[in-house]
């Protein structure tokens, strides 16, 4: 399948073994499903260069699955290269990066720091809904001042939770 760039011209998925990116709706989507190799990746930053030659402006969403690979140091390795590829795309304005893992999202917001001019929110990989809202600009919120007028008072569900790394926090097993 192929998608059409601003120019007329078609965008075409590169699939490979671990890696596969496709381009709709404004945005580049990278999927990382293990180590991928030399080839992918450069293949990869070649696709990427297309990219952000076609387009003034895009966003980015990865999605990286901790279960994909089997210790912390692979994990590590492949972040490193999508940090790569994030620099290589000064044309793109948002990312959205997908993860199980605490690691990787805790690494995708340090690394978003340091690359001007692009907005980086990392979400678990269950959120791609509202990762993709936030890409596309749409609010995240769809409730209304009514509906949240309407809803009783005092309901014990509705605690605010510190969220994050303390959900899981578990002493007997690092989570990465």
Request: glycine residues 6%; charged residues 25%.
């Amino acid at each position: 399948m192929q998608f059409t760039r601003p120019n007329g011209e078609t965008m075409t998925p590169l699939i490979t073994e671990n890696l596969d990116l496709k381009f709709e709706d404004n945005i580049a989507y990278m999927s990382v499903s293990g180590q991928v190799t030399k080839e992918s990746l450069h293949a990869g930053y070649e696709w990427f260069g297309e990219v952000a030659e076609a387009n003034e402006d895009f966003n980015i969403c990865v999605d990286m699955a901790k279960a994909d690979f089997p210790d912390l140091s692979a994990v590590a390795d492949q972040f490193r290269n999508i940090s790569n590829v994030l620099r290589v795309a000064p044309t793109a304005e948002k990312c959205a990066i997908l993860s199980d893992s605490v690691f990787v999202r805790n690494s995708a917001k340090v690394e978003g720091a340091v690359i001007p001019g692009l907005d980086l929110q990392t979400f678990k990989l269950d959120q791609a809904e509202p990762a993709d809202k936030w890409l596309k600009g749409e609010p995240l919120l769809e409730q209304t001042v009514e509906t949240l007028a309407a809803e009783p008072e005092g309901d014990d569900q509705t605690e605010a939770s510190a969220g994050g790394a303390w959900d899981s926090l578990n002493l007997a097993k690092v989570d990465y």
